[in-house]
């Protein structure tokens, strides 16, 4: 494929003013193409333009790549979407999955950075929570959510808000009829791990119409149907853990699971499940699993709004949330998610934003790419060749032209000359 095809297919898939347009060109090129750090210096290097005009558009222009991204979102979703398959044998259409991601940063100088708890241990640098669509078996990641600290908050007069809190204005707010066609509220389910297990959220997406499939703690409080007839609604409430214990006349079940790796390799679960009711939410399909050959203590909960659904089904809906990480996983291997040395946070957003841009136009149609190139690795060294090869594409184009033979041998001569 000749270079300036690739280039003028990006130029239509990139609405920026046309002030903007090389400059945002390279840089996302940049982004696309393999290399050890997606840094300033290798975006200078293979465009030819100076490191301060990228620093520039970073810091300067965040509004444009927040727009981009969405941009690039609505069409990839509304492409997808005229033709959605459920997802497996569940029954809904679209997967929201929502997870955090941590952003790692080498010094605690740049503006709102700071020490945050994750896992087992902690990291220092930017806190994002990612929300993406599951459609077809396609990722399309839609705005991404940041965490801004109170120091920061307080710098720039923002009003702090929690993690929780702006997730839940996010889902509020989220339009999903600019994503999806022929929208409708009952075919999309919510996948979380147990960092959203809040009550919050949980209403936020009930009264949205949509389902959730969501790991809670084992210290929320829930009670049974028959005690939710007998009791007040501030009595006879109990840890989740509690409950299955007392609960003994829920035998165990073993459910076989085939793994999504490339080994398909089957696993095996016990469970149990019962019908319970969430405190200040609803009642939910509530499953105690864990895996039959580990050891103990492993066990997690599960709470599915989706009253009539098939335990099975619970396990396999929430396996789907493991797309989310592939996406965390290849974003920072090979789009360079991490590889941001700029002390403001505008700048942050802005390469973050891009970075997530650069995955959707290589998950997108590209042109003259092979249908054997399915992985990232892949496809970022096609447009990597396409690149290295913009010099003899310029120079067949020049000889092709009119007299085109004679004018090089002239400027060459020219040249010798001088």
Known sequence: MRFYIFRNWLLKKLNVSKRLQRICLWYIIS?????????LEHASAISGKNSSQFSRLLKEHPDTTIYTLKDLSRRQGKKY??????LGKLPWKVAMLVDLTGQGRSSLHSENVQRHNHGKGYFVGHQWTNIVLLINDMIIPLLPIAFLSRNYCRQKNLEYKSEHKRVIDYLQSLDLSEY???YKP??????????YDDKRIQKVILSRGWDFIMAVKKRRSVKSNAQYLKTSSKEGWGQIQDFFRAQRRLGWETVRLTANGPGKRRKEFRIRHTIVWLKNVAPVQLVCSERKRAPRGERKYFACSHLTLQPRQILIGYSLRWAVELFHKSVKMHLGFE????TSFDSVISHVHWVYCAYILLHAQLPGVPSSARTLHERQSYVMRVVEH????????RLTQINGVEKQKNQLKEALAA
């Open 390 to 397: 913009k010099e003899k594409a310029n120079l067949l184009q």
């Open 180 to 182: 999806i066609e022929n």
């Open 81 to 86: 979407s005229k033709a959605m398959k459920t």
């Open 339 to 342: 590889d941001i040395a700029a």
């Open 186 to 195: 009952e075919e999309v389910v919510v996948l979380a791990d147990s960092g």
């Open 31 to 39: 982004l696309m193409i393999t290399t050890r750090k997606h840094s």
